[in-house]
């Protein structure tokens, strides 16, 4: 009943942006902890940015002051807009959603905590 689909991903050069797009289907995300993460080849599945509300996020340290996670909730929609791109970004990222927290303190993202998940958006960049 529930669907995630990303968009947006390809092939970006180093200092480039890219703009990901995650829309929902048969799911709330206005009541949902949205998230991104993304996984390299050989490499364990790591949060990059999430949205428990238009206003509580949290990034990785890694993107922090690179990447903005934003909500469209009246339209089921996230983004993650990626800008200052480097080669160590280059991944299959996917849009994740939970139950939504009712209080918030920054906690890391934690990929077994989600349970709605999309099916990925490759992104490579090149030197």
């Known amino acids: 009943q529930v669907q995630l689909v990303e968009s947006g991903g390809g092939s970006g050069q180093a200092g480039g942006s890219l703009r990901l797009s995650c829309v929902g289907s048969?799911?709330?995300?206005?009541?949902?902890?949205m998230a991104w993460f993304r996984q390299a080849p050989g490499k364990e599945r790591e949060g990059v940015a999430g949205?428990?509300?238009?206003?509580?996020?949290v990034y990785a340290d890694a993107v922090t002051g690179r990447f903005t996670i934003s909500r469209d909730d009246a339209n089921n929609a996230l983004s993650l807009d990626m800008n200052s791109l480097e080669p160590e970004d280059s991944a299959m990222y996917y849009c994740?959603?939970?139950?939504?927290?009712?209080?918030?303190?920054?906690?890391?993202?934690?990929?077994?905590?989600?349970?709605?998940w999309g099916q990925g958006t490759q992104v490579t960049v090149s030197a």
């Open positions: 048969g799911y709330t995300y206005r009541r949902a902890y």
């Open positions: 949205a428990n509300d238009p206003r509580n996020v």
């Open positions: 994740a959603a939970r139950p939504q927290l009712p209080t918030w303190q920054g906690e890391r993202l934690g990929a077994s905590d989600f349970n709605c």
